[in-house]
Antibody, heavy 120, light 107 residues
Framework: QVQLQESGPGLVKPSQTLSLACTVS??????????WSWIRQSPGKGLEWLGY???????YYNPSLKSRVVISLDTSKNQFSLNLSSVTATDTAVYYC????????????WGQGTLVTVSS | DTQMTQSPSSLSASVGDRVTIACRAS??????LNWYQHKPGKVPNLLIY???RLQSGVPSRFSGSGSGTEFTLTISSLQPEDVATYYC?????????FGQGTKVEIK
């Protein structure tokens, strides 16, 4: 069973970079069977997919955020990470990491989510 | 991008009622459509995948139908524990997109 857990600062200042990590257990992050995604929900808003990374390091980002998002792998820690640059108050959200089986395109495993507030 | 539009945005129904939520895709997505239930403070939960397939462990009162651009999530007999926001999500094309959500309440 794949388990995911987000970690990182709960408060980020405007214009800075938001950095979160997702620790994966139950499967190697180097497995070709999974895609690793970040999804967020801003207060009062719906779910927004931010992007994914595949075990070979290939990435795909939401075009609306593409210039600010970077997702990377750390195989030594069995983690993948999110960096979102130049944040503003509109980036305040609960951030989730999630997994997708490569042959089954759906989010069937999620982390618990972590609230990140952008404020000075 | 493929845009997903849900209707209604919210609904209120009585326990035992049949509830239907619609989801429309801006272009054809075959049956690459998933439904999630999201309760406040909880993690989104996959209910239906591939438009009509029930995820393991999900009560059988939930069902999905549709293909192409028009999809439906049905709760056959609404229960108090079904109070949540429901989202459709397309996985036909990357970037993956969600509908704006439908909030379901008990009357």
């Amino acid at each position: 069973q794949v388990q995911l857990q987000e970690s990182g600062p709960g408060l980020v200042k405007p214009s800075q970079t938001l950095s979160l990590a997702c620790t994966v257990s139950g499967v190697s992050i180097s497995s070709a069977d999974y895609y690793w995604s970040w999804i967020r929900q801003s207060p009062g808003k719906g779910l927004e997919w931010l992007g994914y990374i595949y075990y070979i390091g290939s990435t795909y980002y939401n075009p609306s955020l593409k210039s600010r998002v970077v997702i990377s792998l750390d195989t030594s820690k069995n983690q993948f990470s999110l960096n979102l640059s130049s944040v503003t108050a509109t980036d305040t959200a609960v951030y989730y990491c999630a997994s997708t089986v490569a042959t089954r395109p759906r989010f069937d495993n999620w982390g618990q989510g972590t609230l990140v507030t952008v404020s000075s | 991008d493929t845009q997903m539009t849900q209707s209604p945005s919210s609904l209120s129904a009585s326990v035992g009622d049949r509830v239907t939520i619609a989801c429309r895709a801006s272009q054809g997505i075959s049956t690459y459509l998933n439904w999630y239930q999201h309760k406040p403070g909880k993690v989104p939960n996959l209910l239906i995948y591939a438009a009509s397939r029930l995820q393991s462990g999900v009560p059988s009162r939930f069902s999905g139908s549709g293909s192409g651009t028009e999809f439906t999530l049905t709760i056959s007999s609404l229960q108090p524990e079904d109070v949540a926001t429901y989202y459709c999500q397309q996985s036909y094309s990357v970037s993956y997109t969600f509908g704006q959500g439908t909030k379901v309440e008990i009357k």
